[in-house]
């Protein structure tokens, strides 16, 4: 006689409503981060590859870089991360209407990040949470989104997390790239705005497939399923050109901020802070000095982190308020370049 199975219930109904009232735009709440414990130096560095914290510093200006612990996934920096940004918003899990995950070092391919860290985090099942993959722009991505999702009335309150354990795809015997990643998370909450002139007020995004090979992971996917092969040929981890990168991304997100700054009619005078995505000193340098943006405006913490890919923006977000250097009302730009070609800006108002 055949056993009959009974499968869980999927929970689809809410207890807040499906829709709610369209805003004039949308607005961060709240910042938080999760950034582990683990310290990786540059002289840990030179024991393992053969470099120098002097060539590192001079062409990265990266000191050390943070690695997550074994067993701790992306996720569970998502969770710690998002619990921050809840108690900077004055919120909880039950005001969440949406969860979108940017990273490209998920827990598993399938399911997201996002779907890991809803029941960790305690958020209401029924709400829908993604990931996305757009690399370094992911949190700039995701904030467009939360945008739009906000402004159409379909959700009132969104979280954006930026979250990555780049450790975990780098190839620890390539010089070039192992000097450069690190492990964190920043997640931001989205909300209603107050008015005109609050919150995200302007923003670009872009992207340019036909140069993705000069940035990315071969192995994994259906181009190149895992086998002996792969993983012998260190196809599961990063691979990048230097240098071609190096010239696409200082031209994009240069572009990136003029539009942005074009659209809202405002000039570097009128940015208090400035917080690029954190890859490389000298590209932070460049693209500033193309904006007119002096240094003391830019939040820097590459020296710290590491590229963090799309943690990068929210961590160094989390940090400067933290630090006083972001204050309420304060008109601050970000911008991002990353794996795909994508890159984006956004002007908000703090």
């Not at 991505?141 to 979280?159: E, N």
């Not at 260190?234 to 990136?256: F, I, L």
Request: proline share 4%; with cysteine; glycine share 10%.
């Amino acid at each position: 006689m055949a056993t009959t199975v009974r499968l869980p219930e999927i929970q689809t109904k809410t207890k807040r409503p499906t829709r709610f009232p369209v805003a004039l735009g949308s607005r961060i709440m709240g910042i938080g981060s999760s950034i582990p414990a683990g310290v990786l130096t540059n002289a840990d560095l030179e024991r393992r590859v053969d470099t120098s914290d002097e060539w590192i510093v001079t062409r990265t200006g990266i000191h050390e870089r943070r690695v997550a612990p074994p067993g701790v996934d992306t996720s569970d920096l998502v969770v710690e991360a998002s619990q921050n940004a809840l108690i900077d918003a004055g919120l909880t899990v039950d005001d969440i209407d949406a969860l979108i995950v940017a990273t490209v070092s998920p827990d598993t391919m399938v399911s997201s990040c996002a779907a890991w860290a809803q029941p960790k985090l305690g958020l209401r099942r029924g709400i829908p949470v993604f990931d996305i993959t757009a690399a370094c722009s992911g949190w700039l991505y995701g904030t467009i989104l939360a945008d739009s999702l906000v402004r159409s009335g379909t959700a009132q309150h969104v979280l954006v997390a930026g979250a990555e354990e780049l450790s975990r795809i780098t190839n620890w015997n390539d010089r070039t790239t192992c000097v450069l990643f690190g492990d964190g998370a920043g997640v931001s909450v989205h909300g209603p705005n107050k008015g005109k002139g609050d919150g995200v007020i302007a923003h670009t995004w872009g992207a340019d497939g036909s140069l993705a090979h000069l940035l990315w992971q071969p192995g994994g996917g259906t181009r190149h399923p895992a086998s002996h092969e792969t993983v012998d040929q260190s196809m599961h981890t990063v691979q990048m050109q230097g240098n071609e990168v190096y010239k696409h991304a200082v031209r994009a997100m240069q572009q990136a901020v003029s539009d942005v700054m074009e659209e809202a009619g405002v000039t570097a005078d009128d940015i208090d802070v400035f917080v690029p995505h954190q890859a490389n000193l000298r590209i932070i340098e460049a693209t500033a000095q193309r904006a007119g943006l002096s240094m003391d405006k830019v939040v820097v913490t590459i020296n710290k982190y590491g590229n963090v890919s799309a943690a990068s923006i929210p961590m160094a977000l989390a940090d400067a308020q933290r630090e006083g250097r972001i204050k309420s009302g304060d008109l601050v730009l970000t911008a991002a370049f990353g794996a795909g070609f994508t890159w984006g800006a956004a002007l908000i108002r703090w």
